[in-house]
């Protein structure tokens, strides 16, 4: 099956070496942690997550966009973002966080 045919669902079946991301400083402890309590969660769940911690999670999705090349973990990432979006377009605004004035979140989208 051609990469351009996979579906968000078949993508985010993927096992992700988040492990090693952290053990290779592509990835930090806390971007791990805040990973494996989102990875494989039902909508609900993450939903809750994003409430409370929303630009957390933003800046470990942008982090990883920016520094990992891996096709498979960037396309993962960005269908993460992809079934946030879809299930509440509002949290676009989580992109725009006061706490995330310093960082430029659309940069990995633009290059």
Do not use: C
Not at 35 to 63: C, H, I, K, M, T
Request: charged share 30%.
């Amino acid at each position: 099956m051609d990469h351009a045919e996979l579906s968000t669902e078949q993508v985010l079946r993927r096992d992700i070496p988040w492990e090693t991301y952290m053990t290779t400083k592509l990835i930090s402890g806390t971007a791990l942690q805040l990973l494996r309590r989102y990875d494989n969660r039902s909508e609900s769940y993450r939903a809750q997550l994003l409430e409370d911690d929303g630009p957390a999670y933003v800046r470990v999705f942008v982090s990883i966009l920016r520094d990992i090349f891996k096709e498979e973990t960037v396309e993962y990432v960005l269908s993460l973002i992809d079934e946030m979006f879809t299930a509440n377009p509002k949290r676009a605004r989580l992109f725009h966080d006061k706490s995330l004035a310093n960082e430029d979140t659309y940069e990995p989208f633009l290059s």
